[in-house]
Nanobody
Framework: QVQLSESGGGLVQTGASLRLSCVAS??????MGWFRQAPGKEREFVTA????????SYADSVKGRFTISRDNDKNTIYLQMDSLKPEDTAVYYC?????????????????WGQGTQVTVLS
């Protein structure tokens, strides 16, 4: 059974940093990524990485501030978030694509974690 489990969210001040982790159990995946959903808004792409790291993509809103990484031995991906802003406040979801492509689209991801709340105070 496939499960994705996120951790590392919290409440921080503007400019602070947080590191999110997501452990995948049940199988290994090619593309894995992070998405977020703010209250009243649709879920949006944040970043994704292929298995080898050869392909990485970031949303324009987080480029230069967020960094995705993964440890395939641990079947874990990470999201280092620096210089956080109030507009980064959202529930952050880890996602995995069971196919072998690479996408930034919500609809292309098959497995989702339960989400972890990130709140950035102004």
């Amino acid at each position: 059974q496939v499960q994705l489990s996120e951790s590392g969210g919290g409440l921080v001040q503007t400019g602070a940093s947080l590191r999110l982790s997501c452990v995948a159990s049940g199988r290994a995946f090619n593309a894995m990524g992070w998405f977020r959903q703010a209250p009243g808004k649709e879920r949006e792409f944040v970043t994704a990485m292929s298995y080898t790291g050869a392909r990485i993509s970031y949303a324009d809103s987080v480029k230069g501030r967020f960094t995705i990484s993964r440890d395939n031995d641990k079947n874990t991906i990470y999201l280092q978030m620096d210089s956080l802003k109030p507009e980064d406040t959202a529930v952050y979801y880890c996602a995995a694509d069971r196919e072998y492509g690479f996408s930034t689209s919500v609809g292309e991801y098959d497995y989702w974690g339960q989400g972890t709340q990130v709140t950035v105070l102004s």
